[in-house]
């Protein structure tokens, strides 16, 4: 009997429980937490704009997807540094559980506004100098994230191979942009090796670009343009200057072919925003902390070839380096 009872006892209990699981699963369906992201582009060009869409998309394929379990306050401070420091300022005061700074001026604006909630760079030349991080290994602080630094010696080797008579290169920045500035001092100190001399140009604005690439095209055999968010955002003019007096634009970045340069082997903008969310998303489900997740750099660029260009140049790529951007790259017709 009394066994009876303690089984009649567990019955009740268990299916209670089943009851009880199932009325709470039915009532009251788990609520997900939203967290805030706050993402802050320097400005709108190509290039950026790839990398913030490749966030997005980043996020979500790590479980973050905007409407459910996050929101994402994106800003475009248009180039204006009062604005990047009003927009930060914002993001910080309004609690958002990470930022991601889209290039440079982004990201040490979004630094000077928090030293406690997680900052994500997006796409960071050289974060060390640009006082981001101590180290890219152990950044320490509430800073981590992606770097965009291109891969330069495949990038001069890519040129001597297109120009093998070619002897002088110019290189064109803007003073301002540090981003530019770190990939000019790369360039210098590697040129000799691929038997170029190097000549440099800079600019303060996009209105010097007109008469700076003037006077570049008089002087030099092809153009070395860097990850210069002035100059992606000029490409255009750039390239028409340039194009039209048949001088080679070889861009660091994949977006800058697109707009007229001749080639590059250079990095996926878009892919770079990728694993700049998947990094967001792993600080946004306490996976890792910034101050313990070194910087990624992504050193493997894809080789892209603008044929359009090339045949208003009167340059021939060769049939192997043409495949080889079929497959592994892109060819832009
Ligand atoms: N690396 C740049 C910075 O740190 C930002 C950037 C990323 C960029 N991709 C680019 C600039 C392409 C020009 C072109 O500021």
Excluded: C, W
């Amino acid at each position: 009997m009394k066994k009876m009872l303690a089984f009649i006892i567990a019955l009740v209990a268990v299916v209670a429980v089943g009851i009880g699981i199932s009325t709470h699963k039915s009532s009251a369906p788990k609520k997900q937490k939203v967290q805030t992201v706050g993402i802050l582009q320097l400005m709108s060009h190509p290039a950026l704009d790839a990398i913030h869409k490749g966030i997005v998309a980043g996020l979500k394929d790590e479980g973050y997807t905007v409407g459910k379990n996050l929101k994402i306050d994106f800003q475009n401070a248009q180039g204006d540094q009062s604005n990047l420091k009003s927009m930060s300022e914002r993001f910080a005061n309004e609690d958002a559980d990470a930022m991601v700074g889209i290039a440079t001026p982004s990201a040490q604006a979004l630094a000077n506004a928090s030293s406690k909630i997680p900052i994500v760079m997006g796409a960071i030349t050289d974060p060390v100098a640009a006082k981001l991080v101590k180290s890219t290994t152990k950044p320490g602080a509430n800073i981590t994230g992606v770097s965009d630094q291109a891969p330069i010696d495949a990038q001069l080797k890519l040129i001597r191979t297109l120009m093998p008579k070619a002897k002088t290169l110019g290189i064109i920045s803007t003073s301002s942009d540090d981003s530019a500035q770190t990939q000019v001092k790369m360039v210098a100190a590697k040129v000799a090796k691929y038997g170029f001399t190097l000549k440099k140009y800079s600019i303060s604005s996009t209105n010097d670009i007109n008469q700076v690439a003037g006077q570049m095209v008089t002087d030099v055999d092809a153009i070395f343009v860097p990850t210069d968010n002035t100059i992606a955002s000029a490409m255009p003019t750039l390239a028409s200057v340039a194009n039209s007096k048949k001088i080679p634009i070889f861009p660091t970045v994949d977006t800058m072919v697109k707009q007229g340069g001749l080639a590059t082997v250079g990095l996926d903008q878009y892919q770079l925003g990728v694993e700049t969310g998947k990094m967001v998303a792993n600080i946004l489900s306490g996976k890792s902390k910034p101050a313990t997740t070194p910087v990624k750099f992504m050193t493997k660029g894809n080789l892209v070839i603008n044929t359009k260009v090339a045949a208003k140049l009167g340059i021939t790529i060769p049939a192997d380096l043409l495949a080889k951007a079929k497959k592994s790259g892109e060819v832009i017709k």
